[in-house]
Nanobody
């Protein structure tokens, strides 16, 4: 079993930055794909970014590419996403997710086994 706890959310003005963290317990990040998703009110959960265990390759949604950077610290069992140039449309609850290493597409939320409780990010205009 994996327990994930996100932190770092908050209120920020447009153009600002935030760094979200996701600490894992109960299982290490080894041999795991890790990712961030978000869900805005009235919308479906959407993919933000992920790191594939095999090859350590990072993937980003087009909407955040160039503004967000995902990283992982396997020694600390912690996942991060550095968010810059934030826009009001980035406002959402952000979730981290983990699954065993796979060749499945990273942006499919249903392919992840473990989820955090979410952290709210609000970007004011």
């Amino acid at each position: 079993q994996v327990h994930l706890v996100e932190s770092g959310g908050g209120l920020v003005q447009a153009g600002g930055s935030l760094r979200l963290s996701c600490a894992a317990s109960g299982r290490t990040f080894s041999n795991s794909d890790v990712g961030w998703f978000r869900q805005a009110p009235g919308k479906e959960r959407e993919f933000v970014a992920a790191i594939r265990w095999i090859g350590g390759i990072t993937y980003y949604a087009d909407s955040v590419k160039g503004r967000f950077t995902i990283s992982r610290d396997n020694a600390k069992n912690t996942l991060y996403v550095q968010m810059s140039s934030l826009k009001p449309e980035d406002t959402a609850v952000y979730y981290c997710a983990v699954r065993p290493a796979s060749v499945l597409r990273l942006e499919v939320a249903g392919s992840y086994n473990y989820w955090g409780q979410g952290t709210q990010v609000t970007v004011s205009s």
